[in-house]
């Protein structure tokens, strides 16, 4: 029977569709790494009519190869021996262009701008959902999977996105801007698996040469963590000097780049025989100077958020406060917050308990006071306020 006459009263299959998986075709969106490699291993055991697809997303020239970066020449060359491992059909898109313009060039102007961009966060958005998520429906894809670890349950008015089983793996804080209708296509296998152990052991099983493959700490086109050289390299003279100043205005000494500096930054500012330590509080680019006080001074209760997905059942505007728990790091807890619309996408968020260095170009994600739903989130789009 071909695939497109497959009855629909068939009982679900492991992805929630209703056909047997040899008539379902799933795109994996493959990495190179073990998360994505596994899981399109895992769909391929099962029977799915499972295409793997690895976007080339910048170039892989001398300067930016790194091993273990994720998206580098070396990962493309992993997610083919995958496929080959378990036969199935690999393709390599160049989406260098897209990349470029959509993630790497924002990235830039934020940084320069003294923001904290977080561009995986915009890859996901603009890239990986949007133009890939539309490739694996040319395809005649049913739906995409990905290596997220992170949870999409049937709600009562559809799928709902929840965080991962694995607190230490969850990475909802990078996916709170997928939609409705993305959410309604993607899959994610790995999100209710309880340790990153078991997708090692899974790999194991399936005798995949990425099995003990280390996970990647970058973001892929910024090798060794350093920003800065990106940058320079991106926007030519964006590293000129200039003065560290306190909050009153006085000259403490100079700096070598606005672009070397974040918000909450102790370590390497260079003021020696001070009493009490410095934190950098607030940066302008346009006045080249970087602004340091106390860490009382990082304190922020108010954070304005713009560009806000909402995944709520109800309307967003639909009531003048939402009590929700809101991060505003990856590597933060949820704290208690008032989420207060000023728009259908912006909001002023009011923390509970104020939190330290909460910097612009950061996401503000949102969460239920209880359980485990994500309610989308937004982008924090000016300084800190208290």
Not at 45 to 65: K, M, N, R
Not at 78 to 99: I, Q
Request: hydrophobic share 40%; with cysteine; net charge negative.
């Amino acid at each position: 029977m071909p695939r497109d006459s497959a009855p629909n009263s068939h009982a679900p299959n492991s992805l929630g569709l209703p056909k047997p998986p040899s008539q379902t075709r799933v795109v994996v969106a493959m990495s190179g790494g073990v998360d994505s490699s596994v899981v399109a291993a895992m769909l391929a055991e099962e029977g799915y009519d499972v295409v793997g697809v690895t976007l080339q997303l910048y170039d892989h020239g001398a300067a930016l190869a790194k091993k273990g970066a994720c998206c580098a020449g070396r990962d493309i060359h992993d997610a083919r021996r995958v496929a080959e491992t378990m036969g199935f059909p690999h393709y390599v898109l160049d989406y260098e262009n897209t990349f470029r313009e959509a993630v790497i060039e924002e990235f830039a102007d934020a940084y320069l701008a003294g923001a904290t961009p977080v561009p995986c966060i915009r890859c996901n958005e603009r890239v990986k959902f949007k133009d890939l998520l539309a490739t694996a429906k040319e395809l005649d894809a049913d739906c995409m999977a990905t290596g997220h670890y992170i949870q999409r349950k049937l709600g009562g008015l559809g799928p709902e996105l929840h965080q991962a089983a694995d607190a230490a793996r969850d990475q909802s804080y990078f996916l709170f801007s997928t939609t409705p209708d993305q959410l309604s296509y993607l899959r994610f296998p790995l999100g209710h698996l309880a340790s990153k152990a078991e997708t090692r052991a899974l790999a194991a099983k399936y005798g995949l040469p990425v099995a003990d493959k280390p996970d990647s700490q970058d973001i892929c086109f910024v090798p060794n963590g350093n920003y800065a050289a990106v940058i320079e390299k991106l926007r030519p003279g964006s590293a000129d000097p200039g003065q560290i100043v306190d909050l009153d205005g006085n000259v403490l000494g100079d700096h070598r780049g606005v672009i070397h500096y974040t918000i909450g930054q102790r370590k390497g500012l260079g003021l020696g025989g001070l009493e009490d330590p410095l934190y950098v509080v607030k940066l302008d680019p346009a006045m080249r100077r970087v602004i340091v006080g106390p860490k009382a001074a990082l304190s922020t209760r108010i954070i304005p958020v713009r560009e806000i997905n909402w995944l709520g059942d109800e309307a967003f505007d639909s009531r003048a406060e939402w009590h929700l728990n809101v991060k505003v790091r990856s590597t933060r807890p949820p704290r208690e917050a008032i989420l207060r619309p000023t728009g259908p996408t912006t909001a002023e968020v009011e923390l509970l308990a104020a939190e330290d260095g909460v910097s612009a170009g950061q996401a503000c994600v949102f969460y239920a006071p209880e359980g485990s739903r994500i309610y989308g989130g937004g982008w924090i789009w000016k300084g800190p306020s208290s």
